[in-house]
Nanobody, 135 residues
Framework: QVRLIESGGGTVQAGGSLRLSCAASGRSFSNNDMAMGWFRQASGKEREFVAYITRTGGRTFYADSVKDRFTVSREMAKNTVSLQMNSLKPEDTGVYYC??????????????????????????WGQGTQVTVSS
């Protein structure tokens, strides 16, 4: 069973950058069968989609609110998925989670060229890391 551990959160001023990492143990990204998502949850709000990377790492998708500011990528040597966040805004504040997609749903989604965006399409979750952006 895969275990996901996020790191890299913290407090930063608006306009700054942070890089989040999600380390996976129990499975390897080199098998090209792990589609990953990043989500965030602000206080009092529902968890929302942020970014998605396909099973093979060949395509990435982003929420409109973070497009052109955030970049999701895989670091094979470390068996991690990273989320580089630039030009941060106060509205980016929240707890950030990485999640492993249901493999069957991820396979179908990749075949159709679409991302998985709903939290219920993901089976395994990290514990979350807090990101706070001050104005």
């Amino acid at each position: 069973q895969v275990r996901l551990i996020e790191s890299g959160g913290g407090t930063v001023q608006a306009g700054g950058s942070l890089r989040l990492s999600c380390a996976a143990s129990g499975r390897s990204f080199s098998n090209n069968d792990m589609a990953m998502g990043w989500f965030r949850q602000a206080s009092g709000k529902e968890r929302e989609f942020v970014a998605y990377i396909t099973r093979t790492g060949g395509r990435t998708f982003y929420a409109d609110s973070v497009k052109d500011r955030f970049t999701v990528s895989r670091e094979m040597a470390k068996n991690t998925v990273s989320l580089q966040m630039n030009s941060l805004k106060p509205e980016d504040t929240g707890v950030y989670y990485c999640a492993l997609a249901d493999p069957n749903k991820a396979y179908i989604a990749q075949r159709e060229g679409i991302p998985l965006r709903r939290p219920d399409n993901f089976n395994s979750w990290g514990q979350g890391t807090q990101v706070t952006v001050s104005s």
